[in-house]
């Protein structure tokens, strides 16, 4: 039972790559999201999706992209890498039965910019 | 707005002790609350939610919290601490029909368990 996954678990970058982080779900969520995990910050929110086709900015969507062509999957994107981009990256998927389903984790991507 | 206070960065018991991690929400709407827990280099793992049905709700590990409308809280506790408990752990209030489920999470309370 697979659950949430990501990919890559660690990456470095120069300023000004960009890259995709990947993001697959097997248990036919309809809601994902994306987080990012700061010391001493907890998880803040930078994009979520409500199905296949539809995404929304959370708290902090500047310098990243997603989308969402299917229910499993849920890619995040920057563009131009900048240091304060710095953190591990989460990916999350609840079911939309009601508003009182748990998020589920994947394991994080740790992510640098030098 | 809603928002999630949790008091206390570090907390450190010794083996054996009582666990309280404290928690203090701000919603507009009677909330959904939760507490996730975090091992190290891992993702969050459910440990409880409150979803109105009872205000004491029992979770995995022997944890269980209380929901207090009037103190606007949602404290953690196990009464015996192990040293496998040691870990970072987040409370977190849901958007409740706000629209994709939201979380707004508090920023954390590392618990070290000491012998």
């Known amino acids: 039972n697979a659950g949430v996954t990501q990919t890559p678990k660690f990456r470095i970058l120069k300023i000004g790559q960009s890259m995709t982080l990947q993001c697959t779900q097997d248990?036919?969520?309809?809601?994902m999201y994306w987080y990012r995990q700061d010391p001493g910050m907890g998880l803040k929110l930078i994009y979520y999706?409500?199905?296949?086709?539809?995404?929304d900015k959370g708290e902090v969507p500047n310098g990243y992209n997603v989308s969402r062509s299917t229910t499993e999957d849920f890619p995040l994107r920057l563009e131009l890498a900048a240091p304060s981009q710095t953190s591990v990256y989460f990916c999350a998927s609840s079911s939309s039965l009601n508003s009182n389903q748990p998020q589920h984790f994947g394991d994080g991507t740790r992510l640098s910019i030098l | 707005a809603q928002s999630v206070t949790q008091l206390g960065s570090h907390v450190s018991v010794s083996e054996g002790a009582l666990v309280l991690l404290r928690c203090n929400y701000s919603s507009s709407v009677p909330p959904y609350l939760f507490w996730y827990v975090q091992y190290p280099n891992q993702g969050l793992q459910l440990l409880l939610k409150y979803t109105s049905a009872a205000t004491l709700v029992k979770g995995i590990n022997g944890f269980e919290a209380e929901f207090k409308k009037s103190e606007t809280s949602f404290h953690l506790t196990k009464p015996s601490a192990h040293m496998s408990d040691a870990a970072e752990y987040f409370c977190?209030?849901?958007?409740?029909?706000?629209?994709?489920?939201?979380?707004?999470f508090g920023t954390g309370t590392q618990l070290k368990v000491e012998l």
């Open positions: 248990m036919n969520h309809n809601y």
């Open positions: 977190a209030v849901s958007d409740r029909g706000g629209g994709g489920n939201k979380l707004t």
């Open positions: 999706s409500v199905g296949a086709g539809i995404t």
